[in-house]
């Protein structure tokens, strides 16, 4: 299984910005994928996760303002970040793990990608 983060970068708060997660060697109707963050000094935080049959989830932080969505023919997964605030800059990752439950738990997930930067300045 390969993950492969794109679509980081720097912008103001406010602006938004979209990052996608190319998949392979993993079929996408088959797993939960979810996006994780790691700020610096901080442990990662449970952003998203989508399961296989499409429900969503969000954490505290960032629903309402974020969105992700999957194309499983493509294997792409998207997180369609809004509004975005200076407490959002942090590295994302995407992951992707066997099995709905425990969504939100960085231990339960097996397959990580490299992670992509977002700043935010104010």
């Known amino acids: 299984v390969q993950l492969v983060e794109s679509g980081g970068g720097l912008v103001q708060a406010g602006d938004s910005l979209r990052l996608s997660c190319a998949a392979s060697?993993?079929?996408?109707?088959?797993?939960?994928m979810a996006w994780f963050r790691q700020a610096a000094g901080k442990e990662r935080e449970f952003t998203a996760a989508i399961w296989a049959s499409g429900f969503q989830f969000y954490g505290d932080s960032v629903k309402d303002r974020f969105t992700i969505s999957k194309n499983n023919a493509r294997s792409t997964v998207s997180l369609q970040m809004n509004t975005l605030k200076p407490e959002d800059t942090a590295v994302y990752y995407c992951?992707?793990?066997?099995?709905?439950?425990?969504?939100?738990?960085?231990?339960?997930?097996?397959?990580w990608g490299q992670g992509t930067q977002v700043t935010v300045s104010s």
């Open positions: 060697g993993v079929a996408l109707n088959n797993v939960t």
């Open positions: 992951a992707a793990k066997y099995g709905p439950y425990l969504y939100s738990d960085v231990a339960q997930y097996s397959h």
